[in-house]
T-cell receptor, first 111, second 114 residues
Framework: GNSVTQMEGPVTLSEEAFLTINCTYT??????LFWYVQYPGEGLQLLLK?????DKGSNKGFEATYRKETTSFHLEKGSVQVSDSAVYFCALMTGFQKLVFGTGTRLLVSP | NAGVTQTPKFQVLKTGQSMTLQCAQD?????MYWYRQDPGMGLRLIYYSASEGTTDKGEVPNGYNVSRLNKREFSLRLESAAPSQTSVYFC?????????????FGQGTRLTVV
């Protein structure tokens, strides 16, 4: 079946450090790929997405590239801020519009 | 600009009690979803509705029922609550007609079954 694997957290960084959160997937066909972010006490909101191979999604300084050959969609940011502290979920969507999520990675950024 | 609204936000139930979680969206979306979020498990799909009048099981449907009352509303019912259903429940909706369509989430319902 379809699945998403994310690196376990928490990821602890100092402000202005470089961030990578790894995500790999297993899916039949050609899924769309997403990163969602969840701030404390809130629901999830879309951070970025990519719908086909080699697409790069970007938003708020975050980037991720859809790599079909390695079935990966790693999230990166060049310089994190304290306000980026949240839980990040990688997800894929296949037919019938079902979103499948990874387990989430908590990011903690200290001043 | 409400988006997806869930009620209630918090609920405590005794084992065996029943309750319905309500969800409404005002974005004219076709597809709606119910997920549960548990520590270390991510979000798991309980049920979804691809369009008004249809519902389908997700990954963890046992112990739950759903109703797509109309295009706006999608409710989740626990007929006989069990402690294993203690979780945070999220409703979501999406236009559902294009690849990569964004899903919008409600604020969640934190349910504790004692």
């Amino acid at each position: 079946g379809n699945s998403v694997t994310q690196m376990e957290g928490p990821v602890t960084l100092s402000e202005e450090a470089f961030l990578t959160i790894n995500c790999t997937y297993t899916a039949t066909g050609y899924p769309s790929l997403f990163w969602y972010v969840q701030y404390p006490g809130e629901g999830l909101q879309l951070l970025l997405k990519a719908t086909k191979a080699d697409d790069k999604g970007s938003n708020k300084g975050f980037e991720a590239t859809y790599r079909k050959e390695t079935t990966s969609f790693h999230l990166e940011k060049g310089s994190v801020q304290v306000s980026d502290s949240a839980v990040y979920f990688c997800a894929l969507m296949t037919g019938f519009q079902k979103l499948v999520f990874g387990t989430g990675t908590r990011l903690l950024v200290s001043p | 600009n409400a988006g997806v609204t869930q009620t209630p936000k918090f609920q405590v139930l005794k084992t065996g009690q029943s309750m319905t979680l309500q969800c409404a969206q005002d974005m004219n979306h076709n597809s709606m979803y119910w997920y549960r979020q548990d520590p270390g498990m991510g979000l798991r799909l309980i049920y979804y509705s691809a369009s008004e009048g249809t519902t389908d099981k997700g990954e963890v449907p046992n112990g739950y029922n759903v109703s797509r009352l109309n295009k706006r509303e999608f409710s989740l019912r626990l007929e006989s609550a069990a402690p294993s259903q203690t979780s945070v429940y999220f409703c979501a909706s999406s236009a559902g007609d294009l690849a990569g369509t964004e899903a919008f989430f409600g604020q969640g319902t934190r349910l504790t079954v004692v």
